[in-house]
């Protein structure tokens, strides 16, 4: 699996995670903040694929700009 696959399932999980409605410091809340912090982690071992990652969006935005 390369690194953005990775991510994407450390993304999925710290998504499917979290709720505004987990009370701190329940076990749902340890969950979600398990699976930021894992995200976190790797976000910040491989800040490339963030750069990558935010180069696509602003060509996205970009592109749908410019079609308008």
């Known amino acids: 699996m390369d690194l953005r696959?990775?991510?994407?399932?450390?993304?999925?999980?710290?998504?499917?995670a979290y709720s505004p409605f987990h009370f701190p410091g329940s076990a749902a809340w340890k969950k979600s903040q398990a699976a930021l912090e894992a995200l976190l982690a790797f976000d910040a071992q491989h800040p490339e694929i963030i750069a990558e990652l935010m180069?696509?969006?602003?060509?996205?935005?970009?592109?749908?700009h410019v079609d308008m």
């Open 5 to 16: 696959a990775q991510r994407k399932v450390l993304a999925d999980a710290e998504y499917a």
């Open 55 to 64: 180069r696509n969006k602003l060509t996205i935005v970009h592109n749908k």
